[in-house]
């Protein structure tokens, strides 16, 4: 049995894609029990067994999205950003949830690496007749996520809503070369770093200087706020 199969064995690691599992073990030295650590430690907060099962409250369960107050949220994300096509959200999570509180018209679409949680998203929508969708993909595959971009309609904003730690933790100043590959293809970048524990217990001081000068250099900064232990940054596309 491969590497790669004997950490997907495990039920909570079974929907990720093999590029995934085999990017926690090489950076564990092909330590089964490490690279199952590793992937705890980013995607821990989606494999509990009530979210992966989609029972009960999905948003009340999840850590980051709970302390989001989504009507107040893309209220003041929204009040930035006007005849918004496409929302493409990374790293989606269980956000597909909040879609209600989306502008009227919205598209949406997320991309989400955990395939339980994918398919409850696009249940979801397919129950409600909502022509979105939920598409299971390792963010790391740069190509794919600018071709999904590619074809959704236009203005686009792209949502990175906590996922940029996750990336450097698992490649140094991937998430610099990766934003600059998606804003080619998209008008906004909604983007946001938690400011404390999940569990609300601890605060960060880390400030992240050095993605902040990376979007002040390349992008327009429209608006900057914190609310609820999350800093969330809205960036206009210079170039477009």
């Known amino acids: 049995m491969s590497l790669v199969?004997?950490?997907?064995?495990?039920?909570?690691?079974?929907?990720?894609?093999?590029?995934?599992?085999?990017?926690?073990?090489?950076?564990?030295?092909?330590?089964?029990?490490?690279?199952?650590?590793?992937?705890?430690?980013?995607?821990?907060?989606?494999?509990?067994?009530?979210?992966?099962?989609?029972?009960?409250?999905?948003?009340?369960?999840?850590?980051?999205?709970?302390?989001?107050?989504?009507?107040?949220?893309?209220?003041?994300?929204?009040?930035?950003?006007?005849?918004?096509?496409?929302?493409?959200?990374?790293?989606?999570?269980?956000?597909?949830?909040?879609?209600?509180?989306l502008p009227e018209g919205v598209s949406y679409i997320g991309i989400e690496a955990v395939g339980q949680l994918v398919k409850l998203g696009n249940d979801y929508f397919k129950e409600r007749g909502l022509d979105n969708k939920i598409v299971w993909m390792d963010l790391f595959d740069v190509g794919g996520v600018v071709g999904l971009l590619k074809e959704a309609k236009r203005p686009r904003v792209v949502f990175m809503l906590q996922v940029v730690d996750a990336m450097e933790g698992l490649e140094r100043d991937f998430s610099k070369r990766f934003i600059l590959e998606v804003a080619k293809e998209c008008d906004w970048i909604v983007l946001s770093f938690s400011m404390e524990s999940l569990g609300g217990r601890k605060k960060f001081v880390a400030q992240r200087k050095w993605m902040m000068d990376f979007l002040v250099k390349n992008f327009l900064t429209k608006k900057t706020l914190v609310s609820r232990g999350e800093k969330i940054i809205i960036l206009k596309n210079k170039k477009i």
């Open 5 to 101: 199969k004997e950490v997907s064995r495990k039920k909570e690691f079974s929907g990720l894609p093999d590029s995934i599992v085999k990017r926690a073990l090489d950076l564990s030295g092909g330590d089964v029990k490490a690279a199952r650590a590793l992937l705890r430690k980013y995607f821990g907060v989606f494999l509990t067994n009530r979210v992966l099962k989609g029972s009960g409250d999905l948003l009340g369960m999840h850590m980051s999205s709970k302390k989001r107050d989504y009507e107040k949220f893309y209220g003041e994300v929204f009040s930035e950003i006007e005849n918004v096509g496409t929302v493409i959200d990374l790293g989606c999570g269980v956000n597909w949830l909040s879609y209600e509180w």
